[in-house]
Every structure is written in C-alpha cells, then in structure tokens.
C-alpha cells in the first residue's frame, strides 16, 4: 500500500540499536548545494536556520547524503494538516459547507447510534428530536434546529443542551468528534466528497481572513489559508531529496483536496479513511495495527498517527505498527500543532516543528525539549499571545486511553515539571 512495499525489505536489513530517539548525524555548515529557504518572515529565532541545517544534514544533496533512511530511499518529513501547514480546519470548513447546504444524509431508518458506535444515547435522541425531515438528505440549510445540532455535536462533543455526545472510547487512538465527519459522508460517493471538499475550499481561501458564515444560529470559521512559510519549507525539502507527507485527522478524501497547494500528491496524504461498499461511503472506518476495517477505533489522532504512518510509509504491519519502530523506520522530520501530533512528532529522529497553539502535552514536551530535538514557533497567521498560567505538565497535561488526566511522562518515565510559556505572539 501507498509506498509501503518498498520500505519493507530495506528496512528489515536495518539493525539499529539504542533508545527509541536514535541520535542525529552532526549538522553540517551549509554547503550551497542544497537548496535554501526562502520566506524569512513569521520564523521564531533560529528556527529558520535549524531546519536548513536539517536539510543540509540529511538531505541527499548536502553531505548527510539522505542520512537517517534506510538505504535506497529517501529520508521522510511528515507534516500535519490542519493549523499546521494552513491556518483553520479543512474537516470544518468541508463540515460547515456540507451543513450550509444540505449535504447530511438521514441516517439508517433515522437512527443515529448508526453514525458513530461511540454516540451517546442522550446525543442519538437529541438528534432525532432535532433532525425530524423523511428526505434522503436533511434541510440544514434552512432547519436551523437540526444544523445546530449537529454542529454542536461535532464541534463541542455535546448536544446543544450540554449532555456529553460520545463514550466509551480510547483516548489516544480516535476523536469520535472527528471521525464523525467521515461518518457522516455516509451514502455518498467518493468523487461527491472530493466536489464538496473543493467548493468548500474554494469559498474558504476566497473569504477575507476573519470572515464569519451563517451555520444554523451561529457564526463560525469562515476562511483558510496556506502558510507561506510551510509551502517553502515543503518545497524545500522535496528539493533536497526528502520524500514528504501529510497525515491528518480530517477525512483523507478532503485533505487530498487541498494537499496540492503546497505540492503534495494525493498519494502521500494520510487521513480518515472510510470502508466504501457498492462505490458508496459507509459510516464505518479502517482500521490500522491490530484495529481491524470497520471496528471504528483507529484513525490518525496522537498513537493512530504513529499507526497510520508506519502502516503507510514504513510497510508495517499488525501490532508491530502500534509500536515505536528503529530509526531507519521512522521519520526525520515532522511537524505539528496539537496534542493530537504528540506521538509521531515524538517519532521523528531529526528535529519537531511545534506551532504554538497552547496545547498542553504537546507545549510541555516541546518546552521540555529533553534531546534538543525540538523548535517552537507562533503561529504564522493571528499567532495565540502568551500563556498566562504554566503548562500543568506535572499534574494533568497527559490524557491517558481512558480519557483521565494525568502528568506527562518523559521516556524514562520521569516526570516533566510545569513550563511556561516563551514563544507566543506580539
């Protein structure tokens, strides 16, 4: 699957000893010889001339000579998607433009537990009670009670009136809430989808930044941009030799609507992915590792990313592909913006991009930095302030499977002290 094979056998050549982090090769003095960042602006300190160094070290036109992949191919950067390489959310803006006209199909026989295993009952009633319309598809374009919601549900986790929409689920390895979007594209064809994706996308970048939309009674989101400063750092890097990817936790059909901005095949996006029957879209997932197609509880969210990238990238399978693999399996570089990103950017042997958005277990493992490995950076557009309070690292910034807050834990198992906040916006 999608470049897997040919990391198999390269791979299973490599032994590497050590720790889960395996060391970097020294960075070289840029030579010339490989290709340079441009966009200079939004770069936070020296974060702009680390990551040359990055590419100066293992790109295949520096002296790194493609160090730190298995030999033969090329070393691996793997960026986030959303408010990581643009600012707001394509699963929102695709969830919205779906909502504003009338693209959510009625569920089975009108019941709503068919959408999600982890539904609520509370949320599966309000819903029904919400979204009474017999169509094939409901009039959320103008029933302002069942688009609302909806959204509510998808948005905040909660129906409108404050009852908690999902359980039973495992913390680390699915949001229900994001996969709910994919779920919801239940009925509908692939190729409708990918035309959803792209109106969606062409009124977001279209919009002025700071633009509201009309969703049900309220205002939400309205716009989306690349960052300038991620299209060069990508393109960058592809020139130096690195063989560069998108994971996400948005439907893959969408982001692979917008991965071409910046220069990313289709092929090299990883998202949600549905189980499709009969050329239709089901309301059911596949799965990764030892989750199985259609069990629901493996998407790319914090240890599915891992999953999802060794599965895709790297050519392991079963349980193997849970598992933190030696370095020649794992990625140089990655980039990320949320909790959500914690595990494969922990993954990367090279150097972590971070864009600050206050996230607890993400902040507090960047700031700790405890091997060197990690850059922090504002946000490029409408960066977030400074954090008044610290990060509670100590106590509850870790969220484990089951959902209880506890401290985050280095890999050693010592536990990282509360840090505050340094790289933030004007």
Not at 12 to 26: L, Y
Not at 29 to 52: D, S
């Amino acid at each position: 699957m999608r470049n897997a094979r040919r990391w198999q056998a390269a791979a299973a050549a490599v032994a590497i000893a050590g720790s889960a982090f395996a060391a970097a090769p020294t960075a070289q003095a840029h030579t010339g010889k490989c290709p340079t960042l441009t966009v200079t602006q939004g770069w936070y300190g020296q974060n702009k001339a680390r990551l040359q160094e990055l590419i100066d070290s293992y790109g295949k036109c520096g002296k790194g000579a493609g160090a730190g992949a298995a030999k033969g191919h090329k070393p691996v950067a793997v960026f986030d998607w959303d408010n990581t390489v643009v600012k707001n959310d394509v699963g929102d803006a695709t969830m919205y433009w779906m909502l504003r006209h009338s693209k959510i199909r009625r569920p089975l026989h009108g019941d709503w537990h068919t959408t999600s295993r982890y539904l609520t009952d509370q949320a599966a009633t309000a819903l029904a009670a919400a979204c009474t319309a017999d169509g094939a598809t409901l009039p959320t374009a103008t029933d302002t009670r069942c688009a609302d919601e909806i959204r509510t549900v998808y948005g905040e986790g909660t129906t409108t009136k404050g009852a908690t929409a999902f359980t039973g689920f495992d913390h680390r390895r699915i949001e229900p809430q994001y996969a709910w979007l994919a779920q919801l594209m239940n009925g509908w064809r692939t190729a409708d989808i990918k035309a959803f994706a792209r109106a969606a996308r062409t009124e977001n970048l279209a919009a002025p930044i700071g633009t509201e939309q009309q969703v049900g009674t309220a205002k939400v989101t309205g716009w989306v941009r690349y960052y300038d400063q991620q299209r060069d750092l990508i393109r960058t890097l592809q020139k130096a030799g690195f063989d560069v990817w998108i994971t996400s936790a948005s439907p893959e059909t969408v982001v692979d609507e917008w991965a071409g901005g910046v220069g990313v095949a289709k092929d090299h996006a990883i998202g949600i992915r549905s189980v499709t029957a009969h050329g239709r879209i089901t309301p059911h997932l596949k799965g990764c590792g030892t989750v199985a197609d259609g069990e629901d509880g493996m998407i790319t969210y914090i240890d599915g990313k891992r999953c999802w990238i060794n599965q895709e990238i790297f050519g392991v399978r079963g349980a193997a592909a849970e598992r933190v693999q030696p370095a020649a399996r794992r990625q140089v570089f990655a980039a990320g913006d949320s909790d959500t990103d914690v595990s494969f950017l922990r993954d990367a042997t090279g150097l972590r991009l971070v864009l600050n958005r206050n996230k607890n277990e993400l902040m507090c493992r960047a700031y700790d930095n405890n091997d060197g490995r990690w850059i922090v950076n504002p946000m490029f557009i409408q960066p977030k302030g400074r954090k008044s309070a610290d990060y509670p690292c100590s106590t509850t910034a870790y969220t484990d499977h089951d959902g209880t807050a506890a401290p985050v834990r280095r890999g050693d198992g010592t536990v990282v002290s509360d840090q505050q906040d340094t790289v933030y916006g004007g």
